[in-house]
């Protein structure tokens, strides 16, 4: 199983960042797929998920309205469009699949916020 993240970076408040995630060594469209981001001396917490046919999304709070997920399930591949960011947004983003309690974790890409 792979899980490989790319796209983050260094980027000013208000500005916009794409993360994508690629998947390989499992069903990948018979998985929920997730966005999770942990910042320096905070827990992991979970940003945004989508259902294995992408039918269904859920957010963050925190991020609703500026972040959105999406899937292609031909390409294996699962994306976070992040919009409006702001400093707080700064942390490492992990892309995780799930099923039936069995899990999958990629190694993270760092997102910065700032000017």
């Known amino acids: 199983v792979h899980i490989v993240e790319s796209g983050g970076g260094l980027v000013q408040p208000g500005g916009s960042l794409r993360l994508s995630c690629a998947a390989s060594?499992?069903?990948?469209?018979?998985?929920?797929m997730s966005w999770y981001r942990q910042a320096p001396g905070k827990e992991r917490e979970l940003v945004a998920t989508?259902?294995?046919?992408?039918?269904?999304?859920y957010y963050a709070a925190s991020v609703k309205g500026r972040f959105t997920i999406s899937r292609d399930n031909a390409k294996n591949t699962v994306t976070l469009q992040m919009n409006s960011l702001k400093p707080e947004d700064t942390a490492v983003y992990y892309c995780?699949?799930?099923?039936?309690?069995?899990?999958?974790w990629g190694q993270g890409t760092q997102v910065t916020v700032s000017s």
């Open positions: 989508i259902t294995s046919a992408g039918g269904t999304t």
């Open positions: 995780k699949a799930q099923r039936f309690g069995v899990t999958y």
């Open positions: 060594g499992f069903t990948f469209s018979s998985y929920g």
